[in-house]
């Protein structure tokens, strides 16, 4: 399987994709984690990315395609890779079927107003980089409970970088689901409901489990 996880930012891309890249075996890519781990080892794109990812911005195409078009040349792409995060625009969307024969493109919809406080939330492990949705209303000390190490929020988490980011997503990302629906690859995904809800909605599409007929026995 090849397929690209859509979303707004804070749908919950990089939870569920890796959960379904777990379940299915497939390389999970994040252009995001990548671009930060480029920036924790203060690399020249590292540092370039820095100052655009604070701001809000996208990294330029030809960086990010080039990035891409390499990872999945990786061995452990050769049973199927899930992409989360990209592509981000049409240009993106136009190389990467150039170079891919991409099989399905899910996109978790989430209500506009529950996005901000879904951004507010988000904390993240610095060390095993595990994401949270914590309960602000208990303060600003969360800890991972995997490795212990306090949860921080990113930086592009700030609620200005992220209406700065709502606005980039809306012209230039959210077309790609006319994009993808145009060629047939798109299945849209509730994603309002809890993360187990989502991924078993995700996994239910991709096992072709109806919920209405699951328990239809009599036919
Ligand atoms: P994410 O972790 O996917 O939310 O990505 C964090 C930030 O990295 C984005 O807000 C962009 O600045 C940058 N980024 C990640 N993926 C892409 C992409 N496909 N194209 C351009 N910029 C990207």
């Excluded at 980011?165 to 230039?172: I, P, S, T, W």
Aim: aromatic content about 6%.
């Amino acid at each position: 399987m090849k397929l690209i996880l859509l979303g707004p930012p804070g749908a919950g891309k990089g939870t569920q994709a890796a959960k379904i890249a777990e379940r299915y075996s497939l390389a999970h890519i994040s252009t995001g984690d990548m671009l930060r781990a480029e920036i924790a080892s203060e690399t020249p794109l590292g540092i370039r990315a820095k100052a655009l990812i604070e701001a809000g911005e996208l990294v330029p195409d030809d960086i990010i395609i080039g990035m891409v078009e390499n990872r999945i040349q990786q061995p452990d792409c050769e049973n199927g890779f899930l992409l989360d995060g990209f592509p981000r625009t049409i240009a993106q969307a136009e190389s990467l079927m150039e170079f891919s024969d991409i099989d399905r493109a899910v996109c978790i919809e989430v209500p506009d107003e529950s996005i901000v406080d879904r951004m507010a939330r988000r904390r993240v492990c610095p060390d095993c980089k595990r994401t949270y949705s914590v309960d602000i209303d208990e303060g600003d000390e969360f800890y991972c409970s995997e490795c212990g190490a306090r949860l921080v929020a990113r930086d592009d988490d700030k609620p200005e970088t992220v209406r700065h980011r709502l606005e980039v997503y809306a012209e230039q990302t959210f077309p790609l689901i006319e994009f993808f629906d145009g060629k047939a690859l798109l299945s849209r995904i509730d994603g309002s409901g809890t993360v187990e809800e989502v991924a078993q909605n995700i996994f239910d599409l991709f096992e072709e489990k109806d919920p209405y007929w699951e328990d239809d026995v009599d036919c």
